[in-house]
Each structure stands twice: as structure tokens, then as C-alpha cells.
């Protein structure tokens, strides 16, 4: 695998629905009622039930495992949260993920994998890297 | 009530162990949509070098946040969550975690600052195997909005 700075090596669109964060509440012990409820979400200044950022950050990781081949060789991965992702009901979003090397350290054989994740064309992540072990 | 900025530099004590099954991880796979076998198929996990099966990479949050409550369960702590907004996450994994861990952990309050009413909490949860070994450091900064807003 040959890797050059600005390759683009993975894009995928994920949906996300009521159900989806219903079930990423279970997993994972989020129980906010802002990912469930538009009762709640709507009184705090929100446009309806919103997606965890972590169900985001969580399904926009899988492109990168994928792509990898071992989830295990993510080494690291952080975004920031700029954006809500309003989930309708009926209905879904979708995400748009799209990863490009973002940097190469030949010597650690690491690279940096920069992630672009929007919805209708608009960044719901920022600073979104993951630092993969390249094998 | 406002956050407490005394809490900054404040380190919890180990947490009790947190011990990772087989099911828990397929659970928080097919939540998050990572498909990966090594997430579910112990043989997947164990052609790749690992004991077991792997958690996804942000599966740790599920281990941080029972150490986060320590902090914004404490009622002096001055934390409303209905104005909580999470500003960012990052996972430095030391090594994957796998099913059969016993996970303990320690939270720091790295940092807390108020501009302008808007309080900005930055926690790490230093996550460990009960031997000692480090597995994943979880940093996570929560915006809290000012009360009239």
C-alpha cells in the first residue's frame, strides 16, 4: 500500500435514525432525553432530537477500521463536536464520512487519517483525525 | 448554582473495576455500525495478535463516563446537565481494549474555566488494566451555558 498525503482512502454514508440512537443510548449508557425526546430537545433551544456526538464520532471510526483492516490499530482519534445532527422523525439523516491521509510518519509507520464528516454538505465534526498503525 | 472552578486539578480515586464482555462490545459494534469482525469473531480477533475480541475505538467512553459521574453527579459541583454540550473527545488508545478486561480508572479535572458564563470542563479519565497497565486515555472537554441563555 502505497500512501501519499491527500489520498482520499475511504468515503461511506451512514443513516441514523430514531431507532439507531435509541439503541447507541443502550450501548453505551447515554441516557440524555435530548437523543430521544423533542419534548426535551425543543425546551433547550434545540430543533428537535439530536444524534449523540459520540454515536457520530463512533460510526464515522468504522470507516477507518474498515479501511485499516484492524480496529485495533487506531491508535488514536478525537474530534470536536461543531455541529448538531438533528435526526427526524419519520425519517433519517445521513452522515457522509470521507477520509484522506492527512499526514505519513514512514519512520513510525503511522498515518494520520484526516476525516471530513457532514451532513448535506455541512461539517458536523472539526479537527476530526485518527493516528493509524499502518502494517 | 455556577461550576465550581475549585475542582480543576482535582484526581479522583481508582474507580471499581469495570470488566468488559464479549456481548457488551458486539452490542456497542452494532450500535455504531462498526462491522469489523474482530469486534465479534474471537478467531477475526485472535488472527490479528489479540487475546479476544476488540473494542471499537470509542468504545472507552463507556468505561470514562462511569468515572465522569464522579464529577458531574456531585451536587457541590455546580454541573446542570440539561446545559451541557459535549465540545470534544479523543481516545489515545495504549493498547485495544478486549473482552475479559478488568478496566479501572482514575478521573483528573485537567481543567475549568468560566468566560463570559460559559464554563469549559476538560476531564481526563486514565483507564488501566487492575495489574497497573495502561490501556486508554480519554479526554473530554463538556461546555456548560450560562443559567440566563
Not at chain 1, 492527512?102 to 457532514?118: K, N
Not at chain 1, 472539526?126 to 493516528?131: H, I, V
Not at chain 2, 468560566?114 to 481526563?124: F, K, S
Amino acid at each position: 500500500m502505497t500512501l501519499a498525503v491527500g489520498d482520499e482512502v475511504a468515503r461511506r454514508e451512514i443513516t441514523v435514525d430514531r431507532a439507531r440512537l435509541v439503541r447507541y443510548a443502550g450501548a453505551s449508557g447515554d441516557f440524555n432525553p435530548i437523543h430521544w425526546n423533542d419534548r426535551v430537545a425543543t425546551s433547550v433551544g434545540l430543533p428537535g432530537v439530536i444524534a449523540h456526538g459520540m454515536w457520530t464520532m463512533g460510526a464515522a471510526s468504522g470507516v477507518v477500521s474498515d479501511w485499516v483492516g484492524d480496529p485495533g490499530a487506531v491508535l488514536d482519534y478525537q474530534v470536536r463536536f461543531t455541529r448538531p445532527v438533528p435526526v427526524p422523525d419519520p425519517g433519517a439523516a445521513t452522515i457522509e464520512v470521507i477520509a484522506v491521509v492527512g499526514a505519513l510518519d514512514p519512520e513510525a509507520g503511522t498515518a494520520r487519517i484526516d476525516l471530513t464528516v457532514s451532513v448535506d454538505g455541512v461539517r458536523v465534526l472539526g479537527k476530526a483525525q485518527a493516528l493509524v498503525r499502518l502494517s | 448554582m455556577p461550576v465550581d472552578v475549585g475542582y480543576a486539578g482535582r484526581q479522583y480515586p481508582p474507580t471499581a473495576a469495570y470488566e468488559v464482555g464479549r456481548q457488551k462490545l458486539q452490542e456497542f459494534a452494532d450500535a455504531v455500525g462498526a462491522s469489523h469482525q474482530a469486534h465479534t469473531d474471537p478467531s477475526v480477533a485472535r488472527a490479528l495478535g489479540y487475546p479476544d475480541v476488540i473494542a471499537p475505538p470509542t468504545f472507552a467512553v463507556v468505561v470514562a463516563q462511569r468515572a465522569e459521574a464522579q464529577l458531574f453527579e456531585d451536587p457541590a459541583a455546580g454541573i446542570d446537565f440539561s446545559r451541557v454540550v459535549h465540545a470534544d473527545e479523543r481516545f489515545t488508545h495504549h493498547r485495544p481494549i478486549h473482552a475479559g478486561d478488568r478496566l479501572v480508572t482514575v478521573l483528573h479535572v485537567d481543567s475549568i474555566t468560566v468566560r463570559a458564563g460559559l464554563a469549559m470542563i476538560t476531564t481526563r479519565a486514565e483507564i488501566a488494566s487492575e495489574g497497573g497497565e495502561p490501556v486508554c486515555t480519554v479526554v473530554s472537554t463538556l461546555a456548560v451555558r450560562p443559567e440566563e441563555s
